[in-house]
């Protein structure tokens, strides 16, 4: 099973990114998605969540009104758009497909987001 996150960069105080979590290997609609934030520190923060479809969402006070968590799929793939970013948004961006059903979860190698003018 594989998580590859894509989409990461530099960008200005105030610009958007889109990042993407392509799955393979597992049954995507089983795995409930996730996106967490790491820190040079190594501390993690879950900035967003979906559910097995697109009807159930949560995010961290920090990501809301700004980003937007989906999934599509059809293509096993989910997303996090992310706008108005802050110099506080710059981490290391993983994407998290968790079964509680199935005990069973998968982590992606992740993709950096740098906010800086």
């Known amino acids: 099973a594989h998580i590859v996150e894509s989409g990461g960069g530099l960008v200005q105080p105030g610009g958007s990114l889109r990042l993407s979590c392509l799955a393979s290997?597992?049954?995507?609609?089983?795995?409930?998605i996730s996106w967490y934030r790491e820190i040079p520190t190594g501390e993690r923060e879950m900035v967003a969540r979906?559910?097995?479809?697109?009807?159930?969402?949560r995010y961290s006070d920090s990501a809301k009104e700004r980003f937007t968590i989906s999934r599509d799929n059809a293509k096993n793939t989910a997303y996090l758009q992310m706008t108005n970013l802050k110099p506080a948004d710059t981490a290391l961006y993983l994407c998290?497909?968790?079964?509680?059903?199935?005990?069973?979860?998968?982590w992606g190698q992740g993709t950096q987001v740098t906010v800086s003018s």
């Open positions: 290997g597992f049954t995507f609609t089983d795995y409930v």
């Open positions: 998290y497909a968790s079964s509680g059903f199935l005990s069973t979860e998968y």
């Open positions: 979906v559910g097995k479809t697109n009807s159930s969402t």
